[in-house]
């Protein structure tokens, strides 16, 4: 069992900058592979990047590339969305999730565990 916490979401000017974390509990953070995802309103959720055990594996959405970094920090059981060049579009609920296995992942039905989601918006 895995419980996520997200946070560091906030309200942000276009062209800014902030950075989401996701901290887990237990003890086995570095067994699953993390990713990050989105949903704007009356939206469905969407893959935004994603991390594997170790970080030496990564992949991105087309929308997040050249702007957002995913890192993981594994002795802090924490995984990182660096998001630079805001803009209005990336407005979402943005959540993290953690998938047991080897194979990095942009499907959200692999992931076995979601925290509660941290609210970014991008005023224009």
């Known amino acids: 069992q895995v419980q996520l916490v997200e946070s560091g979401g906030g309200l942000v000017q276009a062209g800014g900058s902030l950075r989401v974390s996701c901290a887990a509990s237990?003890?086995?953070?570095?067994?699953?592979?993390m990713g990050w995802f989105r949903q704007a309103p009356g939206k469905e959720r969407e893959f935004v990047a994603a991390i594997s055990r170790s970080g030496d594996s990564i992949y991105y959405a087309d929308s997040a590339k050249g702007r957002f970094t995913i890192s993981r920090d594994n002795a802090k059981n924490t995984v990182y969305l660096q998001m630079n060049s805001l803009k209005p579009e990336d407005t979402a609920v943005y959540y993290c999730?953690?998938?047991?296995?080897?194979?990095?992942?942009?499907?959200?039905?692999?992931?076995?565990?979601w925290g509660q989601g941290t609210q970014v918006t991008v005023s224009s």
């Open positions: 237990g003890r086995t953070f570095n067994s699953y592979i």
């Open positions: 999730a953690a998938r047991f296995g080897i194979r990095v992942s942009r499907g959200s039905g692999e992931y076995d565990y």
